[in-house]
């Protein structure tokens, strides 16, 4: 199973940083519990910085148990984000879902 | 104004420079509105607009501004409804003198107030205190590109300046997002300086409202996990506010996007890295133990919001001269799509470099079609992806010369006859950068004030 089973991700950028957060989708019941407890396990700092083959260090996550939701802050990656990056999508909104392909188990 | 208002409520006009007009309108019309915010700001958007108007000293301000006013200003006079918008990017002073220009000329049946807010613009001051750029910890004077323009973020106390004086509409520059909906409730509720638990829920309220369709399911939808109903006649939010701090955020029913739990916890985490220290020239607001509850049909209650002393300095955007971005682009299709598309790309890359003597690592090569948004992360072509049927060849580059800049644009067009095969749609495109940066002036450095006109229209 992929994390996009259970989860969705919104991406945004602060200058060279990627902020994705991670929303554990509702249980069958309507409760968010269980897939937050589960994406709180799977979804490290460890596991997405190597998903983005990005040094540990850059990668910060921070859990939001209120709204049963996280965020990935990965510092640097964009560049000099968009407005100094050549790329296509320097804002980078592009690559938060690349996420969604993380193997859960 | 003058007595205490106990809920009040704030629409979201719009969420960016280039937003859509009529979810504006339908709100103005129908939402029975005591604010309309329009956010019309992004970093290289004030930078832009001081390059137009060293050009041309009546320009600067957003381009879309007269547009977004002309729509709605006949549904806001008749609704009470006051505007507030940093859309005077560069240059408030001239955008109010074009406001006024164009409700002059329409027949609205009675006097209009403009205030424009001016003292964003720290150019000067900037250069005087020389701080140091965040970046690069080196003072501005040190940086090698020509310094185009300084924008300081400025809070909701210089726009509650410009609300205390009865006015129809506030036109600021470089005003924070969230502080455009900020000022209304402080205006209204007269919360202090020290009210730091309430500066804090009206400004998680802000964040919440400033991206406009991206709280009613816009940057949400996605078909499948996250369908979303009438996602082309998407709706912006509202929010109704009370002097406590709640607020229910809402939208129209007649409108299409939804509004739930879900789209809320979304966006409360937008592009916010530190949700328990999210930082405005207002207040240092604390996201951390926010909740939601749905209270009806596209009714979400927001609690739990508050926040601590605001920062000590305020952060200014810089712009700095930054170059030229070269850009070429061209599809390749059928068998082999990739492997043409890739060996275009090493063609473009050796003649820049030998003919035109552009570094090759200066350019940036893009596939665009095998992942190439996720820049080289480990599996982004996917896994058991056969041959691609299309690929799209993108090679770009950031260059302080604009010859060398263009060159990257003509050596993707020359791909056409000189091969390899059967490319085809080529398009390029070379634009001056704008470089943003940012560092921190003392409160004290910036001083804001407030214009104000009328106009009999």
């Known amino acids: 199973m992929i994390l996009d089973a259970i989860a969705d991700v919104r991406t945004g950028d602060k200058g060279d940083d990627l902020i994705i957060a991670v929303l554990p989708r509702d249980d069958a019941d309507g409760q968010t519990g269980h897939a937050y407890d589960q994406v709180v396990r799977a979804v490290t700092e460890e596991r997405v910085a190597q998903h983005y083959g990005l040094p540990v260090a850059t990668v910060h996550r921070t859990l939001m148990p209120t709204v049963s939701a996280m965020v990935f802050h990965l510092r640097g990656v964009l560049g000099g984000g968009v407005t100094g990056s050549s790329y296509l999508d320097g804002h980078g909104k592009t690559m938060g879902y690349h996420l969604l392909t993380l193997p859960v188990e | 104004m003058g007595v205490s208002m106990e809920q009040i409520r704030l629409g979201a006009g719009a969420g960016f420079a280039g937003d859509r007009i009529d979810p504006a309108v339908e709100l103005a019309q129908h939402g029975e509105l005591d604010y309309l915010i329009f956010e019309c700001l992004g970093e290289r958007t004030v930078a832009a607009g001081q390059v137009r108007r060293r050009t041309d000293p009546g320009a600067g301000y957003d381009p879309l501004l007269l547009a977004r006013i002309d729509a709605v200003i006949e549904h806001t006079l008749a609704a009470g409804t006051t505007i507030v918008t940093n859309g005077g990017s560069a240059n408030p002073l001239a955008a109010a003198n074009a406001v006024a220009a164009l409700l002059g000329e329409k027949r609205l049946g009675r006097t209009v107030r403009i205030a424009a807010v001016t003292g964003d613009d720290v150019e000067a001051a900037i250069r005087e205190v020389d701080p140091l750029v965040w970046e690069t910890d080196a003072p501005v004077s040190a940086h090698p590109d020509e310094l185009l323009s300084a924008n300081a973020y400025i809070g909701a106390d210089a726009l509650v300046d410009a609300l205390k004086q009865d006015v129809d509409i506030v036109i600021a520059g470089r005003a924070s997002d969230p502080s455009l909906y900020l000022a209304p409730m402080i205006h209204e509720f007269g919360w202090g300086p020290c009210d730091h638990a309430l500066l804090g829920a009206g400004t998680c309220v802000g964040h919440l409202l400033e991206c406009a369709g991206q709280l009613t399911g816009g940057y949400f939808a996605d078909p499948g996990p996250k369908d979303v109903p009438g996602l082309a006649r998407l709706g912006f939010p509202f929010a109704d506010v009370s002097a406590d701090g709640t607020a229910v955020m809402g939208k129209l029913e007649r409108s299409g996007g939804l509004l739930t739990v879900q789209t809320c916890r979304e966006q409360l985490l937008y592009e ?14 604390d996201f951390s133990r926010v909740s939601f509850t749905q209270t009806g049909p596209d009714r979400v209650a927001v609690t739990g919001a508050s926040g601590r002393e605001r920062p000590d300095q305020l952060k200014v955007s810089l712009g700095f001269r930054g170059g030229w971005t070269g850009e070429g682009q ?50 982004s072509r996917g896994s058991d992806v056969g041959p691609l049927p299309e690929v799209r060849l993108r090679v770009s580059g950031v260059l302080d010369d604009r010859a060398q800049a263009d060159a990257v644009r003509w050596e993707v067009e020359s791909l056409y006859t000189n091969g390899p095969a059967g490319g085809g749609g080529a398009r390029g495109s070379v634009t001056e950068v704008v470089a943003i940066r940012a560092a921190s002036l003392p409160r004290e450095a910036v001083t804001t004030t407030v214009h104000i006109q009328e106009v009999r229209g």
């Open chain 2, 272 to 285: 916010v890295h530190e949700p328990h220290a999210y930082l405005t020239p207002d207040i240092t607001a």
């Open chain 2, 330 to 379: 061209i599809s390749y299709a059928g068998p082999r799509a990739e492997e043409r598309a890739r060996l275009a790309g090493d063609v473009v890359v050796e003649r820049l470099a030998h003919v035109h003597g552009v570094p090759e690592d200066r350019l940036t090569v893009e596939l665009i079609g095998t992942g190439s948004a996720f820049r080289g992360a480990p599996g």
